[in-house]
């Protein structure tokens, strides 16, 4: 059974620090893509980043680009997401997601098929 868990999610102020991490369990790590998604209150799921465990390529929606990093422990069947200077806009509950991809990733939500449950993430201003 695909088992996706996602924790690290908290209260920061702006400007701050989080790692989230996202484990993985019951599939060939090395063979899935890894997305991580937000969902703003009202607002529609986006994509944030990713990272293909094949090739090590990632991908950033601009307005994160410079402040957020993606990376994959293998040996761990995690990947973290490490989100600095964090803003208010940024608040929302993120989810990993994953999608047996090889290749370039993407983050098309209808792409992936399996999700966690998501963890929050509030910056206060």
């Known amino acids: 059974e695909v088992q996706l868990v996602e924790s690290g999610g908290g209260l920061v102020q702006a400007g701050g620090s989080l790692r989230l991490s996202c484990a993985a369990s019951?599939?060939?790590?090395?063979?899935?893509?890894i997305g991580w998604f937000r969902q703003a209150p009202g607002k529609e799921r986006e994509g944030v980043s990713c990272?293909?465990?094949?090739?090590?390529?990632?991908y950033y929606r601009d307005s994160v680009k410079g402040r957020f990093t993606i990376s994959s422990d293998l040996a761990k069947n995690t990947v973290y997401l490490q989100m600095n200077s964090l803003k208010p806009e940024d608040t929302a509950v993120y989810y990993c997601?994953?999608?047996?991809?090889?290749?370039?990733?993407?983050?098309?939500?209808?792409?992936?098929?399996?999700w966690g449950q998501g963890t929050q993430v509030t910056v206060s201003s």
């Open positions: 019951g599939f060939t790590f090395h063979d899935y893509t």
């Open positions: 997601a994953a999608v047996r991809l090889l290749g370039s990733c993407v983050v098309i939500a209808s792409v992936y098929g399996h």
């Open positions: 990272i293909s465990n094949s090739d090590e390529s990632t």
